[in-house]
């Protein structure tokens, strides 16, 4: 058993690459920045909420043998079309976002020649080109050693800096009647990609997929690949919220009261001085090389998990209901087609929006978590639809759990409108 869990390692790992990004080397970062340890139970909150919606996606493709995105279509196109304007609203913005700090970092740390937005333009290009060539296995190779590298240095780096956090930043419970305006919209942007959009769900499910055609031998039991997949997602899931957990303590403990650097290789000395102020100079090389390859690895995740999902979704949306489509990945056309798009469409908004991008990156994280809700929702209709045999339905209590989650997430989205128009 212990055997078939760790050859199911993968697409769990993958997530955590891809959400240890924007959302935890800035967002949890900036929270703990501005606001200290008050927000530590709200991302707390955030991951538990989320978590039967990110578990439903990888459980799907474990006991149907098709992505999510063919459970939304089964709940009809009208599901489908949401999530389509959701992807085709922030894909290009998301890209741009993780491109430009990761090439922040690597112009500070290596001294390298042009500006973060030709670099990051250039980035783009590379990780497209690697995530099509490599596919499924290059990614799940470099997003183990990448993960397992920073959550060490991570780990270290904030045992030592727990006792040198301010008494001042100490507080535990956030003051919410006493927020003003634009607290409570980050508090949105903070909460929309913790521990990353739930649109990232349907990315884990072709993953899934992806992990079980490398699969050797003879088709496995649905009981025995559900095991093997719960157990890897649980891996990915706990390692993000602990990691989003460990940024907020070293922001609150290294660089509380500061604003963070609006240009990226400005941010990039910060986030490496939170590094080695607490573990010293002389890991700086240790901590400069996980952090471009950590911020590297959420690039090229990116790179690949959206023109995966996008080739999909088209391929459902020509699919009639019953049929499960093709869930090919890097070879097939239509992720061909998707990763141009993406691409071209990241390289303008570098060039040309970069002005505007926290702001566009706030707007892409409060769409996140106002379509959250709905979200979840189709997730929650996908595990108990009809497809799903009766020995590899969710148990009662995850199921029970995830109504009270839609519930909390639409709660959260409906008083963040109350106090954005109110």
């Known amino acids: 058993?212990?055997?078939?869990?760790?050859?199911?390692?993968?697409?769990?790992?993958?997530?955590?690459?891809?959400?240890?990004?924007?959302?935890?080397?800035?967002?949890?970062?900036?929270?703990?920045?501005?606001?200290?340890?008050?927000?530590?139970?709200?991302?707390l909150i955030a991951n538990a909420i989320k978590y039967p919606a990110f578990r439903f996606g990888p459980h799907y493709a474990a006991a149907t043998g098709t992505s999510l995105l063919s459970g939304y279509r089964k709940r009809g196109r009208h599901a489908l079309l949401l999530y389509a304007a959701l992807t085709l609203g922030t894909m290009f913005t998301v890209a741009a976002a993780v491109a430009l700090v990761t090439a922040g970092l690597a112009k500070y740390l290596f001294s390298?020649?042009?500006?973060?937005?030709?670099?990051?333009?250039?980035?783009?290009?590379?990780?497209?080109?690697?995530?099509?060539?490599?596919?499924?296995?290059?990614?799940?190779?470099?997003?183990?050693?990448?993960v397992a590298v920073l959550s060490l240095a991570t780990l270290a780096a904030t045992a030592l800096a727990i006792g040198k956090i301010p008494s001042e930043a100490?507080?535990?419970?956030?003051?919410l009647s006493a927020m003003t305006k634009p607290e409570v919209l980050f508090l949105a942007a903070l909460i929309g990609w913790m521990p990353s959009a739930i649109d990232v769900s349907a990315w884990q499910s072709i993953w899934t997929l992806n992990r079980e055609a490398q699969h050797e031998g003879a088709p496995?039991?649905?009981?025995?690949?559900?095991?093997?997949?719960?157990?890897?997602?649980?891996v990915g899931y706990v390692s993000t919220a602990i990691l989003a957990i460990c940024f907020l303590l070293l922001g609150a403990s290294v660089m509380y009261g500061q604003e963070l650097k609006p240009k990226p290789h400005e941010f990039a000395g910060q986030l490496i001085d939170l590094y080695t102020q607490t573990l010293g100079s002389g890991s700086r090389p240790i901590i400069a090389a996980a952090a471009v390859l950590v911020m590297f690895s959420t690039t090229l995740t990116v790179m690949d998990g959206f023109p995966r999902a996008l080739s999909a979704l088209f391929q459902?949306?020509?699919?009639?209901?019953?049929?499960?489509?093709?869930?090919?990945?890097?070879?097939?056309?239509?992720?061909?087609?998707?990763?141009?798009?993406?691409?071209?469409?990241?390289?303008v908004v570098l060039q040309y929006l970069t002005g505007s991008l926290r702001g566009m990156v706030d707007l892409?994280?409060?769409?996140?978590?106002?379509?959250?809700?709905?979200?979840?929702?189709?997730?929650?209709?996908?595990?108990?639809?009809?497809?799903?045999?009766?020995?590899?339905?969710?148990?009662?209590?995850?199921?029970?759990?995830?109504?009270?989650?839609?519930?909390?997430?639409?709660?959260?989205?409906?008083?963040?409108?109350?106090?954005r128009f109110g």
């Not at 993958?14 to 967002?27: C, I, R, T």
């Not at 333009?121 to 995530?131: D, N």
């Not at 100490?170 to 003051?175: E, G, I, K, Q």
């Not at 496995?220 to 649980?234: C, G, K, N, S």
Request: with cysteine; proline share 6%; charged share 15%.
């Open 1 to 43: 058993m212990v055997g078939e869990r760790l050859r199911a390692l993968g697409p769990g790992v993958l997530f955590a690459g891809a959400a240890v990004g924007v959302s935890h080397l800035v967002q949890s970062t900036r929270a703990g920045a501005q606001m200290g340890c008050s927000l530590l139970l709200l991302v």
């Open 112 to 146: 390298l020649p042009g500006s973060p937005l030709h670099i990051a333009s250039g980035l783009v290009v590379v990780c497209a080109i690697l995530a099509a060539v490599g596919g499924y296995r290059w990614l799940d190779r470099i997003g183990k050693v990448v």
């Open 170 to 175: 100490l507080s535990f419970v956030p003051d």
């Open 220 to 234: 496995r039991p649905a009981e025995t690949r559900l095991r093997a997949v719960t157990f890897d997602f649980h």
């Open 316 to 347: 459902n949306l020509r699919d009639a209901p019953t049929r499960a489509p093709s869930e090919d990945g890097a070879r097939d056309p239509g992720y061909i087609a998707a990763s141009l798009v993406l691409v071209i469409g990241a390289v």
């Open 364 to 419: 892409a994280t409060t769409l996140s978590f106002l379509t959250a809700p709905a979200l979840a929702a189709l997730n929650h209709l996908a595990v108990v639809g009809d497809e799903i045999p009766d020995n590899s339905r969710p148990p009662g209590w995850l199921l029970t759990f995830s109504l009270l989650a839609i519930v909390a997430q639409a709660a959260f989205a409906l008083y963040y409108l109350s106090v």
